[in-house]
């Protein structure tokens, strides 16, 4: 049995707490947070485990075999570093630093150190994405055209990152996973409305080799909550509609053939219009599934989808989003 430490019971601790309470292989045996009332409903939901607002008494504690981050990300470099110093593993919510460089830090103490890294990009380990990801290994959708996502709603404002760094990490670890190549470059284009040098409202556009083109559109002031993600191939084109309750994803056969007849400004569009089927998607909690990958990882080795390489990644891309943003939509190689 895999013994858990958390650290942060704010916004997602407790799910982080609940899933690895009862997922196979792994027990919380202690949680730390600086607020006196937040350990008291600790106690409260869960009596069996220990609490204390000391994250040095954690780190060391030997009933802790690993440790799981939910703070704020200013913080996870340090904490996951002083984790990893002591010889433990670390599962650490997104983003998974502040920077580049504390990034690659981290990634190359744990090699170091032969300990195990896993960024919590929950959304890898949904029905819905597993889903998408073996169309596109199954050729269904056939060669790629784009990718394209929206994840907007009405707050939550956060107080030390703006809209890409709270929103996008989900949407580039789903892109980064399902189309299975590196972007060359980045475009964005961001606005902040209430004076705290933070884009509230922001457009990515990342280009690929191979004619592939991702756009993820973020945002914290929508009057209503959408979570759909288009992406579009030769063969079949795809929309997933993470807030729909059955059927998530919808898989059309529309498409286009273009061809070319006396002289290459003489073109015939021929569009393809056949049946809509919505494929079976497994709806187990996804923090449960990574939670127990995570036992897994720790445990026997081997490889998953969200490493701290794959994190690196997640970051370096953010960051030269936030470059291109800082530049007014000015295109950065990643």
Request: charged letters at 25%.
């Given at each position: 049995?895999?013994?858990?430490?958390?650290?942060?019971?704010?916004?997602?601790?407790?799910?982080?707490?609940?899933?690895?309470?009862?997922?196979?292989?792994?027990?919380?045996?202690?949680?730390?947070?600086?607020?006196?009332?937040?350990?008291?409903?600790?106690?409260?939901?869960?009596?069996?485990?220990?609490?204390?607002?000391?994250?040095?008494?954690?780190?060391?504690?030997?009933?802790?075999?690993?440790?799981?981050?939910?703070?704020?990300?200013?913080?996870?470099?340090?904490?996951?570093?002083?984790?990893?110093?002591?010889?433990?593993?670390?599962?650490?919510?997104?983003?998974?630093?502040?920077?580049?460089?504390?990034?690659?830090?981290?990634?190359?103490?744990?090699?170091?150190?032969?300990?195990?890294?896993?960024?919590?990009?929950?959304?890898?380990?949904?029905?819905?994405?597993?889903?998408?990801?073996?169309?596109?290994?199954?050729?269904?959708?056939?060669?790629?055209?784009?990718?394209?996502?929206?994840?907007?709603?009405?707050?939550?404002f956060q107080h030390d990152v703006n809209v890409v760094?709270?929103?996008?990490?989900?949407?580039?670890?789903?892109?980064?996973?399902?189309?299975?190549?590196?972007?060359?470059?980045?475009?964005?284009?961001?606005?902040?409305?209430?004076?705290?040098?933070?884009?509230?409202?922001?457009?990515?556009?990342?280009?690929?080799?191979?004619?592939?083109?991702?756009?993820?559109?973020?945002?914290?002031?929508?009057?209503?909550?959408?979570?759909?993600?288009?992406?579009?191939?030769?063969?079949?084109?795809?929309?997933?509609?993470?807030?729909?309750?059955?059927?998530?994803?919808?898989?059309?056969?529309?498409?286009?053939?273009?061809?070319?007849?006396?002289?290459?400004?003489?073109?015939?569009?021929d569009y393809r219009s056949g049946d809509m089927w919505?494929?079976?998607?497994?709806?187990?909690?996804?923090?449960?599934?990574?939670?127990?990958?995570?036992?897994?990882?720790?445990?026997?080795?081997?490889?998953?989808?969200?490493?701290?390489?794959?994190?690196?990644?997640?970051?370096?891309?953010?960051?030269?989003?936030?470059?291109?943003?800082?530049?007014?939509?000015?295109?950065?190689?990643?």
């Amino acid at each position: 049995m895999l013994r858990i430490g958390v650290i942060g019971y704010g916004y997602w601790g407790p799910n982080v707490v609940r899933n690895f309470s009862t997922a196979n292989g792994s027990e919380v045996t202690m949680v730390c947070d600086m607020n006196q009332q937040t350990l008291k409903k600790v106690k409260k939901v869960y009596p069996q485990i220990n609490v204390t607002d000391n994250i040095d008494e954690l780190i060391k504690s030997p009933d802790v075999d690993a440790i799981a981050i939910a703070t704020p990300v200013f913080t996870h470099h340090d904490l996951a570093k002083k984790v990893l110093e002591a010889g433990k593993s670390v599962f650490i919510e997104k983003p998974f630093t502040y920077t580049v460089a504390e990034a690659e830090d981290l990634v190359e103490l744990a090699a170091k150190k032969n300990l195990k890294l896993m960024v919590d990009h929950t959304f890898l380990y949904t029905g819905a994405v597993r889903k998408i990801r073996q169309l596109i290994d199954d050729g269904i959708l056939g060669n790629l055209y784009y990718f394209d996502s929206s994840r907007v709603n009405l707050g939550l404002f956060q107080h030390d990152v703006n809209v890409v760094w709270d929103l996008a990490p989900h949407d580039i670890s789903i892109m980064d996973y399902v189309i299975g190549e590196k972007p060359q470059a980045v475009v964005a284009t961001g606005i902040g409305h209430f004076g705290r040098g933070l884009e509230d409202v922001a457009y990515l556009t990342f280009y690929y080799d191979h004619n592939i083109i991702a756009h993820i559109n973020v945002n914290w002031l929508s009057p209503v909550k959408v979570r759909t993600t288009l992406i579009g191939g030769e063969k079949k084109m795809l929309v997933w509609n993470d807030l729909e309750p059955d059927e998530k994803i919808k898989i059309y056969d529309k498409g286009v053939q273009v061809k070319t007849k006396e002289g290459k400004y003489n073109l015939l569009v021929d569009y393809r219009s056949g049946d809509m089927w919505a494929p079976k998607v497994d709806s187990t909690e996804a923090l449960k599934l990574m939670a127990e990958k995570f036992v897994d990882y720790v445990e026997n080795g081997g490889t998953i989808v969200n490493d701290g390489i794959a994190g690196l990644n997640n970051i370096k891309m953010l960051e030269a989003a936030n470059k291109s943003l800082t530049n007014k939509g000015g295109m950065v190689y990643i």
